[in-house]
């Protein structure tokens, strides 16, 4: 087994997800099945294959360089949960 | 079916023989006798009265003027609300609008509303939506059938003719699987084709937006209309785009089809192998030269993208963290619970166990073993195909390994549910473009669809195999 317990603390905790025992639990299961499913991938010799991370043939073109002004910050501020003089707004981080 | 296609309607407005208002409010009927369908996350006939006032008071032409549109939920629309069907952002208003759907508004179609989708597009059946299933049009009564996924929505648009054109985004066949379920055309088009400005991201180097429709001849207006360059989107390519529709040509006389070997799997339905040698059959027919093809990796397709998808779509989803846009939790002790409480209650479940599966392959130690070897893997699926295309010009292979299953069927076990994708997948890793257009029926009469793929940007050829092959079956 790849995931257990400990494994899948740290995972959502890297991911920034609050698991209940019970969710926990499920992952735990659904990614151990998931992890063994794609380990026929081993069965593939790779050796001297360069990874491929960009599928697009086309060659990344470079854009003039002209400034411009596309989103004002009340714009972006719109959609905050909450904001406060023109900031986001958080928790307190520092006492 | 005899359903109004675009290019009819198109001929009727511009003769006059209906109205602008005539044919949405036609639409909006529809709309509102289907609401059953729960196909639209977000439908205002207020804002489509609008859009048609709008339009009626300007003079100037335009490609589709007056054309109802359905807009994927996954689209950024400045004058609707934008979720990808995800509680996260339930109540998001996006500030601009996304590259397509401004192409779309510039061209003059009224867009009908928001359709359904799997939350992030995650998914096959439009089953892990935050508001709920969207039920296939072509459903018995009291045996609700899903519509495919994760555009599931779109396509039941289309088949419900609640629209006559719907965009879709399509990471692994979430366009052309539910094209297939539904009975309704829908393309892909090569990675790059359409920019992905304005849609949430799922998987960066996958996703792509494409088109459901009625017909072939109808998907090649509104491709054109929605393809073409955009600096706004790095891998958004610098080619010319044709005039698909104007260059259709149905006469694949002298063409070579690849038949892939690897696409026999056991456990297929009898119908859908049969289905495959029909079209095969009908090719041959029209003087099309048959070939045998292979493409060795096509089983590692599914492994490789449950690895890839998930890890890019972990980075991508990072952002939705409570603070800049949507849902923030109540529970708010420190920095740290926010963001935890926020994504634990904003996100469902599949949508998690993607997060958490993708944040595993990249995590320090495993990155190696899973994620640079999937990419490994993805370039001999690429070559695969590199190789099969100097070969013939076009390949054809079913889209589905099933007709429209039961709602919620494949619920519990998530290999069982990814295994729908296994014909559209290794298309999607190689960037490739793949149509899927209906083609026969199971005994149950639900429509069946065959996928033809063809080389990068090469989206003309897939047009006249599709729209030849749509001729002989009508």
């Known amino acids: 087994m790849k995931i257990d317990k400990n494994t899948i603390n740290k995972i959502a905790r890297l991911s920034r997800i609050k698991l209940d025992d019970k969710e926990s639990e499920d992952y735990i299961k659904d990614l151990n099945s998931i992890l063994d499913w794609v380990e026929q991938l081993n069965e593939v010799n790779t050796e001297n294959v360069e990874p491929l991370s960009n599928i697009s043939s086309s060659i990344l073109p470079k854009r003039e360089d002209i400034s411009n002004d596309t989103n004002s910050s009340e714009e972006i501020l719109e959609n905050a949960p909450d904001k406060l003089e023109g900031f986001f707004a958080v928790p307190k981080v520092v006492e | ?474």
Request: hydrophobic share 35%.
């Open chain 2, 1 to 474: 079916m005899s359903k109004s296609s675009l290019k009819q309607t198109l001929k009727d407005l511009d003769t006059k023989k209906i109205s602008i208002r005539e044919l949405n409010q036609d639409y909006l009927k529809r709309v509102k006798e289907n609401e059953n369908l729960n196909v639209f996350i977000h439908f205002s006939e207020e804002n489509v009265l609008k859009q048609i006032d709008n339009l009626e008071n300007d003079n100037s032409a335009k490609k589709l003027k007056g054309i109802p549109i359905a807009i994927k939920d996954l689209f950024c629309t400045k004058s609707m609300p934008t979720t990808a069907a995800s509680k996260i952002l339930e109540n998001f208003n996006p500030t601009y609008e996304s590259f397509i759907t401004q192409k779309l508004l510039d061209e003059g179609s009224i867009f009908v509303g928001k359709t359904n989708l799997d939350e992030f597009a995650m998914g096959s059946a439009t089953n892990t939506s935050f508001f709920g299933n969207t039920i296939n049009p072509l459903s018995k009564e009291n045996e609700p059938l899903a519509p495919g996924g994760s555009s599931g929505g779109s396509a039941a648009a289309v088949a419900a003719d609640l629209c006559l054109g719907a965009t879709g985004t399509d990471t692994g066949g979430s366009i052309r699987q539910p094209a297939s379920f539904c009975g309704v055309v829908g393309i892909k088009p090569t990675y790059g084709l359409c920019s992905r400005w304005g849609i949430a991201a799922f998987a960066s180097s996958l996703d792509q937006a494409g088109i459901f429709s009625h017909n072939v001849e109808d998907a090649s207006i509104l491709l054109q209309s929605i393809a073409g360059f955009d600096q706004r989107d790095s891998t958004s390519a610098k080619v010319d785009i044709p005039n698909y529709f104007e260059n259709l040509d149905d006469d694949l006389n002298g063409k070579t089809v690849g038949i892939p070997k690897e696409y026999s799997i056991d456990g297929t339905p009898m119908e859908i192998s049969q289905i495959w040698e029909d079209a095969i059959k009908v090719l041959e027919k029209k003087g099309v030269k048959i070939k045998n093809i292979s493409l060795p990796h096509t089983k590692y397709a599914l492994p490789t993208y449950y690895i890839i998808a998930p890890a890019e779509a972990s980075s991508n989803l990072a952002r939705y963290d409570g603070v800049k846009y949507g849902f923030r939790s109540e529970e708010i002790d420190s920095l740290d619970e926010m963001y935890e409480n926020t994504r634990a209650q904003g996100f469902g479940r599949e949508v998690k166990r993607r997060i958490l599966i993708g944040t595993y392959v990249l995590s320090a130690g495993y990155y190696d073993a899973y994620y640079l070897k999937a990419q490994k893997v993805r370039k001999l699926i690429a070559d695969d195909f590199n190789k099969a295309f100097k070969e013939c010009d076009f390949i054809v292979t079913p889209t589905a390994p099933s007709a429209a299953f039961p709602l919620n069927e494949k619920q519990n076990d998530p290999i069982k549910m990814y295994l729908n994708d296994v014909f559209t997948v290794p298309a999607s890793l190689a960037g490739l473009p793949g149509i899927s257009i209906p083609f026969g029926k199971d005994k149950n009469n639900l429509p069946l669809g065959i996928q033809i793929l063809g080389k990068h940007f090469d989206e003309q050829q897939v047009f006249n195999a599709a729209v030849s092959l749509e001729r002989s079956y009508e």
